[in-house]
């Protein structure tokens, strides 16, 4: 039955779940609902989603919950949920030209055809801690919706009234993209047909490298934030050479669907879900077989709202296509193997079990080779 | 709440083992084709399981792939049934599969292990599954895998016997202990998880079978029953093995065992025990001799 300290090792660490548990609930306040996170915290609730690569609120926020805020525990319990879910189809291509607008900006043009819509952010807020919000109550949330809503419904806040709704406004069809326009003009090479095969599944099986595109952006979609975050910003900054241009930056609601089960040619709409999607050019490039240079590109999208790590996709991806990488975020091995959370958050704190064998094994080579040098 | 609690939602069912059918197919061809490329690391989808990456992810998948109603399952960490992540993974597949397990390695069926072998080697119809946080053994030579990938299917093995001797040079011998890379079937060099020196001859034309996961990186391999394994080493320079002589477990005596050092929380003192505790605990309670009371 093991040693007698270890039989105190079984009972320590169910002691230790329950502690945990004791910590995050022995406070006085009321035990925070999904509802409330999936409503207020929604940033991190999507974070939990991409990260977890699980378009579910809920679950996310769960999570969240489950793992006291701790948003790389988070998206591992999701993770781990996700893989006991069966794999039941194939969507189509998701139609980010037809998303329900929640925000688009492009930081290429003053105007863009269709226009530039705000929409929600903190970019051009002042960062100062707001201390009314520790006086927040049922009345001031009340007021503040109300007051909101009121204006909202005035012919000023026109868009503004249908936020968040799944009404929001449809991306004006007839202007497309603002790298359309580029593309149009020459200034950015067609996008690749050599790509347009059935994307990879990186769920499905082990990545080989070089790794085709589709699986370099899911896994980017899947990546941990501050990982991405960091890489990208060593390309931004001056390992490598990725000083991006936000063509276009959109957050909004797209629709996924898949092809009829029985009607040929038919789709069948499942729902929709918010991504962020950005397209970056950056640095002039002269492709291969083309007489002029053009802007190069990099694409990155993701689930939920999140900016800072959709740019940091895109910035990645066009880095991870340069002709001589030499730059670390420039080679896809080292981009794509290190920035995912599970996999590098995991295997850190794995160096806490117990390496008895290992350090014995490590322990009698070096007396054997002190002995040596004798 | 308990674990079984928690697999069983209102309206949620875990399935059998945890992984869904579909996935463990899926590790299970990877599993057919690694056995038939003794040696050879074969890609696999690795999904997440809620156990963290590097905590033994890919034994665990391995394990949850195989594991049936009738099997006997054994699961040690660093030689031990008692290790907190041994009880951990062994609670996990417990919960989701209510099958027996034991201490003693004879019995089982399935044996998952992190760092360890069984002292007692193992028989026709056992398999080992070994946990491997890195399974490339040529990372030491160089860090891409594509590169190395080519190296195993060129058999380029040069610049890894250029670093063995290097190392000797500086240091008297070899100074890998633990994941000494060894050629296996006389074909690929594979990195036998970090199983200690000690431990490499249980793999050599073995009667079981032994397979390895690795979770993180998203390989399997494995070495069939009968097959050579051979460390590498060098003619004049002969590979050798941890040095315990001189010592003896200070729980059942043994002076054949691979030996823990440990330090009395109080004293400081130092005394040593056996690494496989079930084969302690078997020789203390007078069920097997130990081979040295054997040889008498």
Redesign the interface.
Known sequence: MGYVAVQGGITAIENSQKLNRYLRLRGASAPLSVTQIMEQMGPLVDRVMSEGGLYSPFHAALALKQASGDPLEASFLVRAFRSTLRRMTESLPVRTDRMRILRRISSAFKTIPGGQVLGSTSDYEQRILDFSLAEETKETQAETVQEFEESASSPTLDSASTYSADSAPLAPEDFGKVVDILRAQGLVAPPPTTELRPAMDITQESVEFPLGRSGRLQMLARAETGGVLALAYSSMRGYGSVHPTVAELRVGRVRVQIPHPFRTGETVTLGSIVVTEVEIVASVQRPEGEEKPTFSLGYGACFGHNEVKAISIGVLDRAMKSPSPHAPAEDQEFVLLHTDGIESSGFCSHFKLPHYVTFQADLNRLRDIRRNDE | MSLTDLLRGPDFQ??FA???E??KR?VRRALLKAVALPGHQV?????????????G?GGLQVTMSLIGPDDVLKII?????????A??LRKLLVATTGVHTT?DSREATLLQS???LPEIPMTEGQIAVLQV?LPEPLRLVEP???ET?RMHAEGDYARMWVSLYEDVVQ???V????GYPCRVNDSYIMSPS?L???DLHMLHDAEHLTLLGAG?E??VYAVPPHTSVRPLEFEDIPF?V??FSGMACA?CGSTDT????IYDEKTGQASR?C?D?GYC?LVRQGMIRTRQADRA
């Open positions: 875990y399935n945890f992984l869904d579909g996935a899926e890609p696999f989808a690795s999904p997440e399981l809620p156990i963290a990456r590097g905590w992810t960490d660093q030689g031990c049934d008692g290790s907190v992540n009880v951990n201490f992190r760092h360890r946080p891409s895998e594509v990938r240091n008297g011998s100074s890998l202990s633990w970090p200690p020196r000690w993180r998203k390989r050798t941890e040095d729980r691979f030996l823990d050092e025990v690494s505790s605990d």
